[in-house]
Nanobody, 120 residues
């Protein structure tokens, strides 16, 4: 069983930045593909277990960066140039498979979410 806890959400003005963190429990974090979603199932970004490959939704490409620190069992989402349409609850998710998926249904474990609000 893997537990995921997101943090770092908040209120920011348009054009601003936030950094989300997702701390995970368990000893096998490095073997999981990690993803960020919003509005429960809207894909935002994903990263392979080795951090060698990253994937982004077109709507966030060039503005968001996903990264992971396997030593800290943590995945991050750096969000820059935020827009009001980025307002959502952001969820961290873990996938036990060996292929990176961009659909939420493929992910096995989910956090409770953190609210991001971008004011215009």
């Amino acid at each position: 069983q893997v537990q995921l806890v997101e943090s770092g959400g908040g209120l920011v003005q348009a054009g601003g930045s936030l950094r989300l963190s997702c701390a995970t429990s368990g000893r096998t974090f490095s073997s999981y593909i990690m993803g960020w979603f919003r509005r429960e199932r809207e894909f935002v970004a994903a990263i392979s277990w080795s951090a060698g490959s990253t994937y982004y939704a077109d709507s966030v490409k060039g503005r968001f960066t996903i990264s992971r620190d396997n030593a800290k069992n943590t995945v991050y989402l750096q969000m820059n140039s935020l827009k009001p349409e980025d307002t959502a609850v952001y969820y961290c998710a873990a996938d036990r498979s060996t292929v990176v998926h961009t659909t939420g249904y493929a992910y096995d474990y989910w956090g409770q979410g953190t609210q991001v609000t971008v004011s215009s």
